[in-house]
């Protein structure tokens, strides 16, 4: 069942995502080799708790952090540890908030400095689906217009597409309907409507889309070990526009490396 949403309820959820945002924002000062993943979650936490939210991830079915850290074959889910990030790694950094009743949700990844090209490339591109899905993401489209944007556009490129993982409606609850796949087809799917507010997050692989869960019942990773990428925004459906109610400036300012201006 869709939960439609007031402007007064899509204002607290925008609310909340300026939080969020900013607590990406903090992260982004951190990412670099030396730094262990259980810093950037302190840190996260500290400043979600700082300015009146809660971490929707922390303790949501068990989960024992305020941040999924995924580390380059880790698609998502991965817990913050004492690993400390190599020059070479990609980071994908997934956070909730939750603020005045309602969640909000967003995820960027990270390249390190000494990331390879193809591997930016995967980044790069996978950062363009996500907002090719979000221009699908209008009042009268359908959930398959946003799907097939994203997925035909990235495996063009040879990137495999994780099934097994979708975006989803966000509101009081972390994961409400509808689904958002990341493959599908145009016209199929839940019509779009006004009121619908939900989270677009693209998970695309390099290599195989398959995908395996580790033992700890929580991180997913490639079947082929091969890097992953994964770019999230909520964004709330109006009647003329479709508003990005997540950002992720504060990562992009605060972020040393300018890596989507080098890449291609
Ligand atoms: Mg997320
Ligand atoms: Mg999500």
């Known amino acids: ?32 080799p030396g730094v262990k993943t259980k810093d950037l979650d302190k840190v996260a936490e500290e400043y979600i708790k700082d300015h009146g939210g809660s971490p929707s991830f922390k303790g949501y079915n ?16 991965g817990f913050p540890s004492q690993y400390e990030l190599k020059e070479t790694d990609v980071i994908s950094v997934d956070c909730g908030v939750f603020y005045k009743g309602f969640h909000s949700d967003s995820a960027y990844t990270y390249p390190l400095e000494g990331v390879s090209q193809e591997v930016l490339d995967l980044l790069d591109r996978t950062y363009d689906s996500l907002y090719l899905g979000i221009e ?32 989803h409606g966000v509101g009081k609850d972390l994961h409400e309907d509808p689904e958002v796949p990341n493959y599908g ?45 994964h770019f999230e925004h909520t964004v709330a459906v109006l009647e003329d526009r479709t508003e990005v109610l997540t950002t992720h400036k504060y990562i992009e300012g605060n972020y040393k490396y300018k890596w989507r201006n080098k890449s291609r």
Not at 15 to 29: D, F, P, R, S
Not at 62 to 77: D, K, Q, R, Y
Not at 147 to 165: C, D, H, I, K, M
């Open 62 to 77: 068990g989960f024992p952090a305020a941040l999924c850290i995924s580390v380059n074959e880790t698609v998502v889910h």
């Open 136 to 167: 699908q993401a209008k009042h009268g489209n359908r959930i398959g217009d946003i799907s097939f944007a994203v997925q035909s556009y990235v495996e063009q490129f040879g990137y495999g597409v994780v099934r097994e993982l979708v975006g």
């Open 185 to 229: 087809k145009r016209g199929r799917g839940a019509k779009i409507k006004a009121g619908m507010v939900f989270a677009i997050e693209p998970m695309i692989n390099l290599g195989t889309r398959n995908v395996v869960q580790e033992n700890d019942g929580w991180t997913i990773r490639t079947a082929d070990r091969k890097p992953s990428a």
């Open 1 to 32: 069942m869709i939960h439609y949403k007031t402007a007064d309820d899509i204002q607290v959820i925008k609310e909340g995502a300026q939080i969020l945002g900013q607590a990406h924002g903090e992260v982004a000062k951190l990412v670099k």
